[in-house]
């Protein structure tokens, strides 16, 4: 399993990478509910990443 640490690294990564994605096609509202959901979904992806990453390198 991997530790606490490495999830939070995972999540923050991948919410910040998940708001960002509205300004690829022109939406540069920080607070809009497309970048929070955005960011949600990329918060996720950020985790399972982070997990699959720590199981495939045993950290």
């Known amino acids: ?3 606490k640490r490495t999830a939070m690294f995972g ?3 991948g919410m910040t990478v ?3 994605v509205p300004w ?3 939406d ?4 809009g509910l497309t970048s929070i959901l955005t960011a ?3 918060g996720f ?3 399972w990443l982070a997990v699959w990453l720590g199981k ?3 950290w």
């Open 1 to 3: 399993m991997i530790s």
């Open 11 to 13: 999540a923050i990564g």
């Open 18 to 20: 998940g708001a960002i």
């Open 24 to 26: 690829l096609w022109g």
């Open 28 to 31: 540069y509202n920080s607070f």
């Open 40 to 42: 949600m979904i990329g």
């Open 45 to 47: 992806v950020g985790i």
């Open 56 to 58: 495939r390198l045993d």
